[in-house]
């Protein structure tokens, strides 16, 4: 299952055709890992019911979760930019701009307008950190965070193609 991963290569933010490339791959994985585990994102769900921590302080949504080694998962699409810090741990990471590999001690940008494929390696802690002015409610949250869909979220091509 995992060994068409190897198929993301980098792709710039603005290459239409390669994201759509990728996001191709992210859906037939998304397939696949169902098959498996009968989720399409895996252990993701599992995941947030046994061990989520959320935070909503000032405007800033916070997730911090405790990934096992070995634990292979697909994300929901968010729609808005996020910091993650990494405290343990390296995370094997696809998305619509090709690879990346995270490892502990990481603060930085995550993916965002695109779902990721996420591998764990060794137990990985990380927080997710997102600006979310429209509500004080941690459970509105994700109705402002993440997509329903990719017709959601605007992309560069979409800003050129709209002029």
């Known amino acids: 299952m995992l060994q068409h ?4 290569k980098p792709v710039a933010f603005d290459d239409k055709a390669g994201r759509l490339h990728s996001r191709t791959l992210i859906e037939t994985f998304e397939k696949a890992i169902e098959v498996e585990t009968g989720n399409p994102r895996g252990e993701a769900d599992k995941l947030n019911e046994e061990g989520l921590e959320e935070y909503l302080v000032g405007g800033a949504y916070t997730r911090v979760i405790t990934v096992p080694s070995g634990v292979c998962f697909v994300s929901e699409l968010w729609k808005k930019e996020r910091l ?10 696809k998305s619509e701009l090709g690879s990346s590999v995270f490892t502990a001690p990481y603060i930085g940008p995550a993916p965002y307008g695109t779902k990721v494929i996420a591998l764990s390696e060794g137990e990985v802690k990380f927080a997710a950190i997102t600006g ?8 509105e949250v994700k109705e402002f965070i993440i997509a329903k869909g990719y017709e959601e979220i605007s992309y560069p091509w979409d800003l050129l193609e709209n002029e």
Do not use: A
């Open 5 to 8: 991963l190897n198929n993301f």
């Open 84 to 93: 993650w810090i990494l405290m343990s741990g390296t995370l094997h990471v």
């Open 132 to 139: 979310v002015t429209e509500t004080e409610d941690v459970k």
